[in-house]
């Protein structure tokens, strides 16, 4: 069992050490051990050096993927008050335009689309009837928004949900997407309470592989058949 | 023929041995014939670049003045006697060497001391493997065989690694790396079992001037109390260096800092400062209420204000 960052401090005492796990430093009332970085003023200014820049966007990727994965966070928002866009120990926030500039960075490796709000066309032309992410160049959620953070894409995902069906034995069974998600059959596993979004996609990386089959099963719910 | 008692031998001895040899460490004790003491006899300075053997034992030193006064054949004895003596020395530091290779290489406080203990009687083991030692008698081929390849092994691989890390943080610190830091970076990561206390930062200097023949790319410099390595062929203005200097401090300079301390106009400033940033060698922060000049180091090390004042 690995071991895990200790608890934060209640809201309501002062702090007056920096708890540090050998990992990071915590703040109050978040369990992730910040990185070194994160305490460093200049880490939330857009470098003006080109390779600097890139280090930093590496070490904001990095942050944000290990951040997400520890909290089990499958979409970010992008809000520049709070963290982990924020750090209120230093008085330091990621200007909006850098936080796009860090999404933007993360979406090249496929570990980041934008969640589009419902309603919003998408460049098909059809309308967005769940909040599916938004690829390509028009993925800008405006103000704010919110980013799919993948620590783990889609694909890794859908192989992952592939590996459980076959050790259960359940190739050529139709489950839902509710049972993935919510079912008993997943408790215990990384995939009982996946977001929606992001195990509808998972799933869709597998049929366009060819082993899955995705249907509507009922009014409002998908089911799913692996070969 | 003067007598017995060593410490008579040499009358007035004015040469001593180098400070930082310490010839009655416990780690190194020698069992010599007692007239042979060792802390008796004065070792004059060695030089000991290129050379190896005897040839290091510079004979000139010996007339001084109060060596000329007791007559060339008194000379020529002690001479020889010091032959002698250096020369069971480096037979018994080789066999030394030999039984205690593996601590040599696993120990740093030893591995320093024994490197001291080298340079004081005019062998560098680092060269001597490489075979520069020619002519210099038959212990010279042990010594490299036994000696030699451990230790040059040793430094070898610690210098590839520490070319690794430089080139691993070259994107954050524009090639500008504390020894320090490099230190901790090398003994993270690496797998053969060997502690944090197996390197200390001496071993990573003398790596670092193994890799002197790779042409000028790197190299130690210090700036202010902070020693560091540089892996890129950028050479720091004065002005420049003074300006990391400056940001040792806290870490961090602004130009109305630069023009408070050091008395420097506006524009000579930021001149120095938008050059070290355009270098990668300074991080800005520019949430202040003056732009802020960061050393990347303190991203790693260092007192961060991580008090809170929210």
Same mark, same amino acid.
């Given at each position: 069992?690995?071991?895990?960052?200790?608890?934060?401090?209640?809201?309501?005492?002062?702090?007056?050490?920096?708890?540090?796990?050998?990992?990071?430093?915590?703040?109050?009332?978040?369990?992730?051990?910040?990185?070194?970085?994160?305490?460093?003023?200049?880490?939330?200014?857009?470098?003006?050096?080109?390779?600097?820049?890139?280090?930093?966007?590496?070490?904001?990727?990095?942050?944000?993927?290990?951040?997400?994965?520890?909290?089990?966070?499958?979409?970010?928002?992008?809000?520049?008050?709070?963290?982990?866009?924020?750090?209120?120990?230093?008085?330091?926030?990621?200007?909006?335009?850098?936080?796009?500039?860090?999404?933007?960075?993360?979406?090249?490796?496929?570990?980041?689309?934008?969640?589009?709000?419902?309603?919003?066309?998408?460049?098909?032309?059809?309308?967005?009837?769940?909040?599916?992410?938004?690829?390509?160049?028009?993925?800008?959620?405006?103000?704010?928004?919110?980013?799919?953070?993948?620590?783990?894409?889609?694909?890794?995902?859908?192989?992952?949900?592939?590996?459980?069906?076959?050790?259960?034995?359940?190739?050529?069974?139709?489950?839902?997407?509710?049972?993935?998600?919510?079912?008993?059959?997943?408790?215990?596993?990384?995939?009982?309470?996946?977001?929606?979004?992001?195990?509808?996609?998972?799933?869709?990386?597998?049929?366009?592989?060819?082993?899955?089959?995705?249907?509507?099963?009922?009014?409002?719910?998908?089911?799913?058949?692996?070969? | 023929?003067?007598?017995?008692?060593?410490?008579?031998?040499?009358?007035?001895?004015?040469?001593?041995?180098?400070?930082?040899?310490?010839?009655?460490?416990?780690?190194?004790?020698?069992?010599?014939?007692?007239?042979?003491?060792?802390?008796?006899?004065?070792?004059?300075?060695?030089?000991?670049?290129?050379?190896?053997?005897?040839?290091?034992?510079?004979?000139?030193?010996?007339?001084?003045?109060?060596?000329?006064?007791?007559?060339?054949?008194?000379?020529?004895?002690?001479?020889?006697?010091?032959?002698?003596?250096?020369?069971?020395?480096?037979?018994?530091?080789?066999?030394?060497?030999?039984?205690?290779?593996?601590?040599?290489?696993?120990?740093?406080?030893?591995?320093?001391?024994?490197?001291?203990?080298?340079?004081?009687?005019?062998?560098?083991?680092?060269?001597?493997?490489?075979?520069?030692?020619?002519?210099?008698?038959?212990?010279? %081929? #042990?010594?490299?065989?036994? $000696?030699?390849? /451990?230790?040059?092994?040793?430094?070898?691989? *610690?210098?590839?690694? +520490?070319? =690794?890390?430089?080139?691993?943080?070259?994107?954050?610190?524009?090639?500008?790396?504390?020894?320090?830091?490099?230190?901790?970076?090398?003994?993270?990561?690496?797998?053969?079992?060997?502690?944090?206390?197996?390197?200390?930062?001496?071993?990573?200097?003398?790596?670092?001037?193994?890799?002197?023949?790779?042409?000028?790319?790197?190299?130690?410099?210090?700036?202010?109390?902070?020693?560091?390595?540089?892996?890129?062929?950028?050479?720091?203005?004065?002005?420049?260096?003074?300006?990391?200097?400056?940001?040792?401090?806290?870490?961090?300079?602004?130009? %109305? #800092?630069?023009?408070?301390? $050091?008395?420097? /106009?506006?524009?000579?400033?930021?001149?120095? *400062?938008?050059?070290? +940033?355009? =270098?990668?060698?300074?991080?800005?922060?520019?949430?202040?209420?003056?732009?802020?000049?960061?050393?990347?180091?303190?991203?790693?090390?260092?007192?961060?204000?991580?008090?809170?004042?929210?």
């Amino acid at each position: 069992m690995s071991t895990t960052p200790p608890a934060p401090s209640d809201s309501g005492t002062p702090n007056n050490s920096n708890p540090k796990t050998t990992a990071g430093t915590l703040l109050p009332n978040d369990t992730f051990p910040f990185p070194r970085e994160f305490f460093f003023p200049p880490f939330f200014t857009r470098q003006t050096n080109l390779t600097t820049h890139h280090a930093q966007l590496t070490k904001w990727s990095s942050l944000l993927l290990a951040y997400c994965r520890h909290h089990r966070l499958f979409r970010l928002s992008l809000n520049p008050d709070a963290i982990p866009f924020h750090n209120p120990r230093i008085n330091r926030r990621l200007a909006p335009g850098d936080i796009r500039g860090v999404v933007g960075f993360l979406r090249k490796d496929g570990r980041a689309e934008y969640v589009l709000p419902l309603g919003q066309a998408k460049k098909d032309g059809t309308m967005t009837t769940t909040a599916r992410g938004g690829g390509g160049g028009g993925g800008e959620a405006g103000e704010g928004g919110e980013a799919f953070i993948y620590w783990r894409t889609p694909e890794e995902w859908g192989s992952l949900i592939e590996a459980w069906v076959e050790e259960t034995g359940q190739r050529g069974s139709v489950l839902t997407v509710y049972e993935l998600r919510e079912g008993e059959g997943t408790r215990g596993t990384e995939i009982w309470g996946m977001d929606g979004d992001v195990l509808v996609k998972a799933l869709g990386t597998v049929v366009k592989r060819g082993k899955a089959q995705i249907f509507q099963s009922g009014e409002d719910s998908l089911g799913v058949k692996f070969f | 023929m003067p007598s017995t008692a060593p410490s008579t031998r040499f009358p007035n001895p004015t040469p001593t041995l180098p400070p930082n040899v310490n010839l009655t460490s416990p780690l190194l004790t020698f069992h010599l014939h007692p007239h042979f003491q060792l802390h008796s006899i004065p070792l004059p300075r060695l030089t000991y670049i290129n050379k190896v053997g005897l040839a290091a034992f510079d004979r000139s030193r010996l007339t001084s003045a109060q060596y000329a006064t007791h007559g060339s054949a008194l000379r020529s004895s002690q001479a020889s006697a010091l032959e002698t003596q250096l020369s069971v020395f480096r037979s018994l530091l080789q066999q030394f060497a030999a039984t205690h290779a593996k601590d040599i290489k696993s120990n740093p406080t030893f591995r320093a001391q024994f490197a001291r203990m080298c340079a004081a009687i005019g062998v560098d083991p680092l060269l001597a493997s490489s075979g520069h030692g020619d002519s210099k008698g038959k212990g010279d %081929s #042990m010594w490299a065989q036994l $000696l030699g390849r /451990t230790v040059n092994d040793f430094y070898f691989e *610690l210098a590839v690694r +520490v070319v =690794e890390v430089c080139g691993e943080t070259r994107g954050e610190n524009g090639g500008l790396i504390e020894v320090g830091m490099v230190r901790e970076r090398v003994v993270k990561g690496r797998v053969e079992g060997m502690g944090a206390d197996t390197i200390n930062r001496d071993d990573i200097l003398r790596a670092v001037g193994t890799l002197k023949p790779l042409g000028s790319a790197y190299s130690v410099i210090k700036v202010g109390s902070k020693q560091y390595i540089r892996s890129v062929p950028k050479e720091l203005n004065t002005d420049q260096s003074a300006v990391l200097e400056a940001a040792q401090v806290l870490g961090y300079v602004s130009v %109305s #800092m630069l023009m408070d301390n $050091l008395r420097w /106009t506006r524009a000579r400033a930021q001149t120095a *400062l938008e050059d070290l +940033v355009g =270098e990668g060698m300074l991080w800005v922060d520019k949430q202040g209420i003056e732009w802020e000049y960061w050393s990347p180091g303190f991203m790693l090390e260092g007192d961060l204000p991580l008090e809170g004042f929210d």
